[in-house]
């Protein structure tokens, strides 16, 4: 497997313009989360799907951030409009969650947004 | 309010020496910890894990300790090798379906040769 994919790798974008960024989990994974990583906040939880069902968006900055997850092999984050301070590593990572446990959560190369 | 600490930003260690991170929790109803390692420009990568029935998971050079009454856990690594230099970010969850993962803020070993 190639583990999680997420693109683009790297986004420069101007303030106010409409960022989409693109996530696969891994083939059979039932969870998948939504991270950022800023120098401020650390790693910190924005989101996290379980069946592609949204369980807990409490993490979710404020309404410019959407998230979606119309299929298992397939999550988009939106924001928009975008904002200066958006700029961060955005991580997408999945894991197979049961009725026993999780397993371990394994992470994408992560997309580094900069908004001017 | 953090829920998984990492109480020391930076840890220096000579190559060869012993390493130990430390991560603290508050939330009780966390049953299962993972500590992982993240090198820049990467996506954090699992290092090793341990369920809260023990207290000691061994995994080659890397060791971790649970110590639940304490809600305290450490990362051993015996002999530190100048590769391990990286940030490591110990985690948290619990154990129920669908759970999702809290992360402490992480600390940067330095290795020295």
């Known amino acids: 497997d190639a583990g999680v994919i997420q693109s683009p790798r790297h986004e420069v974008t101007e303030m106010g313009q409409e960022v989409t960024l693109r996530c696969k989990p891994i083939?059979?994974?039932?969870?998948l989360f939504w991270y950022r990583q800023t120098m401020m906040r650390g790693l910190e939880l924005l989101i996290y799907?379980?069946?592609?069902?949204?369980?807990?968006d409490s993490g979710m900055p404020e309404d410019r951030f959407s998230a979606k997850m119309p299929n298992a092999s397939f999550s988009t984050l939106k924001i928009q409009p975008s904002e200066p301070r958006d700029s961060a590593v955005y991580f997408c990572?999945?894991?197979?969650?049961?009725?026993?446990?999780?397993?371990?959560?394994?992470f994408g190369q992560g997309t580094r947004l900069t908004v001017v | 309010d953090q829920q998984v600490k990492q109480n020391s930003p930076s840890l220096s260690v000579q190559e060869g020496r012993i390493s130990i991170l430390n991560c603290d929790y508050t939330?009780?109803?966390?049953?299962?910890f993972l500590w992982y390692k993240k090198y820049p420009a990467e996506g954090p990568t699992f290092l090793i894990s341990?369920?809260?029935?023990?207290d000691k998971n061994e995994d080659g050079r890397f060791t971790v300790f649970l110590n639940k009454s304490a809600k305290h856990l450490s990362l051993h690594i015996v002999p530190s090798q100048p590769g391990d230099s990286a940030v490591y970010f110990c985690?948290?969850?619990?154990?129920?379906?669908?759970?999702?993962?809290?992360f402490g803020p992480g600390t940067r070993l330095s290795v020295l040769p």
């Open positions: 799907f379980n069946n592609n069902v949204p369980i807990d």
């Open positions: 985690a948290a969850s619990r154990g129920n379906y669908g759970q999702n993962f809290v």
């Open positions: 990572a999945s894991s197979l969650s049961g009725r026993t446990g999780n397993t371990e959560a394994f």
């Open positions: 083939s059979g994974h039932n969870s």
């Open positions: 939330n009780s109803m966390f049953d299962y």
């Open positions: 341990i369920s809260s029935i023990k």
